[in-house]
């Protein structure tokens, strides 16, 4: 996975990221139904081109590329993959 969203986008779910990615990969959108009931976004890793425009954007620091992202939230990484196995 290029970019990982870890805890501190719980509660938080900025949209910052979101419009400035190239490629859509940042997920669910403030216009989509689950938006309200997720609890934090995620960045799809089969779309993600690894462009990093979101890492800086996020206000939260949130965002991670995944060699970088601390150990104690390494579970975020199955957490993404496993949103967009439910779609």
Do not use: R
């Amino acid at each position: 996975m290029p970019h990982i969203i870890a805890q501190p986008c719980i509660g938080t779910k900025d949209t910052s990221c979101v419009e400035v990615c190239p490629v859509d990969c940042i997920h669910p959108t403030s216009q989509e139904p689950d938006f309200a009931t997720a609890e934090q976004l995620f960045i799809d890793p089969d779309t993600c081109i690894d462009c990093g425009l979101c890492v800086d954007e996020c206000p939260v620091k949130a965002i991670f590329p995944q060699e970088d992202l601390p150990e104690k939230w390494n579970n975020y990484v199955e957490l993404n993959l496993d949103y967009y196995k439910s779609k």
